[in-house]
């Protein structure tokens, strides 16, 4: 049978199905309404990997020389010997006297906070081969006292007044846990040769690994002053550069 709706059953039918998309519509919205969408959590980036710190230190000089000074300190000398190796960037060990340390304290903590080493040449720069062992001991240890009172620590090199080395001077002084140390380059400043002979004689001795023999006291150091700036001069051209003893 063939079924025809009018205009306004057409009209009715129509109506009819918008109503119930509408309701179907507003039933997914209510749905919605009810069941939110669950807040998206932000995930923290991951940190950078951090590369672990470490402290770097500057490396000892492969071809070097150790200039040592002794007899100080001294109120005139040691000043100037200071000033000159601070010009040239040089680090050096000073074989300090006791009663001179007790006489100018300020200088030993001005050598020491300059970045050199101060170590032990005795009290009164006596041979350590003609004394007693209780002289021995004296003359150590009361300059220990008078340097540490200055540095903050116990000098564990010792320089034996004019090289004197013997078994009885090693077998003290290794009871009292020092090491002794003398020299391979003999400047003999000490003997006021003219600052040009002073010169030569290191430049003409020196190798790596030389300990070079000078004095900023003990008497007039004039030349070894004059001399200084050369020396140092000519050892930073042929490459080497300068460690401490500390033993």
Avoid at 42 to 65: E, F
Avoid at 73 to 85: G, W
Avoid at 212 to 227: K, S
Wanted: with cysteine; charged share 20%; net charge positive.
């Amino acid at each position: 049978m063939d079924v025809r709706l009018t205009r306004a059953g057409n009209r009715a039918v129509g109506l009819a199905m918008m109503m119930l998309v509408s309701a179907v519509i507003g039933t997914v919205v209510v749905a919605s309404a009810r069941s939110p969408a669950k807040p998206v959590t932000p995930t923290p980036p991951t940190p950078a990997a951090t590369a672990p710190v470490t402290p770097t230190k500057t490396p000892l000089p492969v071809k070097y020389v150790v200039l040592t000074f002794d007899d100080g300190p001294d109120v005139e000398y040691t000043p100037k010997v200071l000033d000159i190796l601070a010009q040239y960037g040089a680090k050096a060990t000073f074989f300090e006297v006791g009663q001179n340390v007790r006489k100018h304290p300020e200088l030993t903590k001005r050598i020491h906070e300059s970045g050199h080493s101060v170590q032990n040449h005795t009290w009164t720069h006596a041979d350590l081969r003609h004394l007693s062992a209780a002289a021995f001991r004296q003359q150590v240890t009361s300059t220990d006292q008078a340097i540490r009172a200055q540095i903050g620590s116990t000098p564990a090199c010792l320089r034996p007044p004019y090289g004197g080395v013997n078994p009885t001077v090693r077998q003290r002084a290794k009871a009292l846990g020092k090491d002794l140390v003398v020299w391979t380059v003999d400047s003999r400043d000490w003997t006021k040769p003219g600052t040009t002979a002073i010169v030569q004689r290191v430049l003409k001795n020196v190798h790596s690994g030389s300990v070079i023999l000078m004095h900023d006291g003990g008497g007039n150091r004039a030349q070894t002053v004059a001399a200084l700036p050369t020396i140092l001069k000519n050892l930073k051209a042929q490459g080497y550069g300068f460690r401490v003893l500390t033993c």
